[in-house]
């Protein structure tokens, strides 16, 4: 992919989404993760500047690093345009196509789609050092085989939940197991027992995957009967309350 040539004085700050660039960022991506399906030669993207200016855009995807750049990716995907001006209140689609490459095909296959927003230079003299802000949001690309056992729905109420001792001794942990072929991503996750709750950490178990969820305000086991609570989110974005018991 091109690569947007660095700008003179100017410091170069790249902010990933999740936290404060999505609030601040002009160019916002529709939607909060992208499905693509296997049978399809190309999804879109939509992108649009909810700004008050004319942004550059630079798009890739890579294979889970924070630190990949467009010239270090090695995902299976082309976008076009990689690279865009996009003006104030006007919006861009970005075309996403699969080169081919082998991918397993009895589950899904994740990876992540990252804008960078470039903000027009200030107007300034030739001397004059600014420091400019460029905005990187990321979301989740699920590449997903055709003929699947079972769909994505029906992944979230089959995930198989224990409570156990932490890897590194220190307390306890959520332990999730994922038997199914999709993705599944938690958020709000608690354990409930006794009118008490105990938070852990939002994230994804993938197809397969034995992940753990540390509690670091449980210091003790619960008596019998506890529960688990938390919210997956579906292809649309949506969160999805699910409540479940915990294997024994």
Wanted: aromatic share 6%; net charge positive.
């Amino acid at each position: 992919m091109p690569c947007i040539l660095p700008f003179k004085q100017m410091l170069l700050a790249s902010l990933v989404a999740f936290g404060c660039s999505q609030a601040l960022a002009g160019v916002v991506i529709t939607g909060t993760r992208v499905i693509y399906p296997a049978d399809q030669k190309e999804v879109t993207v939509k992108l649009n500047n909810n700004g008050t200016q004319p942004a550059l855009m630079q798009a890739w995807i890579d294979t889970g690093s924070v630190e990949s750049t467009p010239t270090s990716s090695k995902a299976p995907f082309l976008l076009s345009p990689p690279v865009a001006r996009i003006d104030p209140t006007k919006g861009q689609s970005l075309r996403v196509l699969f080169t081919g490459t082998a991918l397993p095909q009895d589950k899904e296959s994740v990876f992540w789609l990252n804008v960078l927003e470039i903000p027009p230079k200030p107007e300034a003299g030739a001397d004059v050092n600014t420091l400019q802000m460029a905005f990187r949001s990321r979301i989740k690309l699920f590449y997903r085989p055709t003929g699947l056992a079972g769909t994505a729905s029906e992944a979230i109420e089959q995930v198989q939940w224990q409570l156990v001792t932490a890897r590194d001794g220190q307390g306890l942990a959520l332990q999730a197991f994922n038997p199914s072929a999709f993705h599944v991503s938690l958020v709000e996750l608690d354990l409930v027992a006794g009118g008490h709750r105990a938070r852990s950490e939002d994230g994804m178990v993938g197809p397969g995957q034995t992940r753990q969820f540390p509690l670091p305000t449980l210091k003790t086991r619960p008596a019998p009967g506890a529960q688990v609570e938390f919210s997956a989110i579906n292809d649309y974005g949506a969160l999805i309350p699910t409540r479940t018991a915990l294997k024994p």
